[in-house]
C-alpha cells in the first residue's frame, strides 16, 4: 500500500486541478473574502454560513469536479479518492496565497 501511494504522490506531482492558461480560479475571490477555504481532503468549504448562495453553487460545483477527478485517478492507482484528495489538498495549499484559510481533519481553521 505504501508503494501505491509513493507512487501516486509522484505521479500527481507531476500534473495539477484542470485549469486553464492564464484563466483565474473561480475560487480565489471568495477565498480572499474568508468566504470559503479549502479542506484537509482536497475539497472547498464555504468557511461564511452566510455567503450568498451563487458562492455555495460555486462550491458545490467545484467539488464535484474536484471528487469525479480524485474517484478518476483512485481508479486508475487502485487506492481511495480520499487518498488522491488528500494528496491534492496539499498540492492546493502549496499553491494558494498566505491568508488562505484551510480546515484541518480535526475541525479547527487555520490561515496559511
Known sequence: MLL???GLVLFLSCTSLPSG???A???DTPRAQGLVGERYDGLAVVK?????GDIHNLVADINAKRQALYEQRAAGEGISAGAVGRVYAQEIFGSLPGGTWFLTESGNWVQK
Open 4 to 6: 501505491v501511494v509513493v
Open 21 to 23: 492558461p492564464a484563466v
Open 25 to 27: 480560479d473561480p475560487l
Open 48 to 52: 461564511d454560513p452566510g455567503a450568498p
